[in-house]
C-alpha cells in the first residue's frame, strides 16, 4: 500500500506552504526579488530622512542597513558571497509621501544558485519552486555560451535523425584513419 499523497493532498500541501511563505515574507521589514545573478531589496524608510541619515554596509558575507542612531533594519550574514565592487545602493522617492526606500542591487558571487533568503536568519523560500525567467544566449559567458549551443545543436541533430556533434566527430576521425589505410 502506497503512503505518498495523491496530486490532490500534494497540491493543498504545496497551497498552504505557499501560503506560509507569503505570510513569512510579508511579515519581512524589506521587499526582495532575485534573478540567478543577482539580488534587489527595497527597504522603506521615513520620506524625511536623507542619504546621510543612512546607514547601509555592504560585505562579501554581510549586510547592515539601518537609519543611523536606531537599530539596524537588516543585519545579518548571507546565505552565499557577494561581489560587493557591483554591489550598490540607493535612496529613492516612492509615489508616496510619507515614504522613501533604500534600493540595494546586490550582485551574486555565484550566478548558479537561488538563495533561499537574504540574511540566513530570515525565513527560507523554497527554491525549487522558483520559476526563472528566460534567458538570452547573449547573457552567457562564452564557455556556458558555446556549451547550450552544442547542447541545442545536438537536440536538432536527434530530432531530424542525424548525427549529434559527438558523433560527426567520430566519423570524421574514422574516414580520416580509412583514407590513411586503403584496403
Known amino acids: 500500500m502506497s503512503t505518498s499523497p495523491t496530486p490532490e493532498e500534494r497540491e493543498k500541501k504545496d497551497a498552504e ?16 526579488t532575485q534573478t540567478i545573478g543577482d539580488l534587489d531589496i527595497t527597504v522603506p ?4 530622512l536623507k542619504g546621510k541619515d543612512i546607514n547601509v ?6 549586510l547592515k542597513v539601518g537609519i543611523k542612531g536606531q537599530d539596524p533594519i537588516i543585519d545579518g550574514d548571507f546565505p552565499h558571497p557577494i561581489h560587493t565592487d557591483e554591489s550598490t545602493w540607493t535612496l529613492e522617492t516612492t509615489s508616496s509621501t510619507t515614504t522613501k526606500e533604500i534600493a540595494l542591487h546586490l550582485d551574486k558571487t555565484n550566478k548558479m544558485e537561488w538563495w ?3 540574511i540566513t536568519t530570515a525565513p527560507p523560500i523554497d ?5 526563472p525567467e528566460n534567458s538570452k544566449l ?3 559567458d ?6 547550450v549551443e552544442k547542447m541545442m ?31
Open 45 to 48: 524608510v521615513p520620506s524625511n
Open 153 to 183: 545543436y545536438d537536440q536538432r541533430q536527434k530530432e531530424i535523425g542525424k548525427p549529434t556533434s559527438d558523433e560527426e566527430g567520430k566519423m570524421e576521425m574514422l574516414r580520416r584513419f580509412q583514407a590513411q589505410h586503403p584496403g
Open 127 to 131: 527554491t525549487s519552486k522558483i520559476t
Open 17 to 32: 506552504a505557499k501560503a506560509k511563505e507569503a505570510e513569512e515574507q510579508a511579515k519581512l521589514p524589506y521587499k526582495w
Open 57 to 62: 554596509v555592504i560585505s562579501k558575507t554581510k
Open 142 to 147: 562564452g564557455e556556458t555560451r558555446g556549451m
Open 116 to 118: 533561499p533568503n537574504v
Open 138 to 140: 547573449s547573457d552567457l
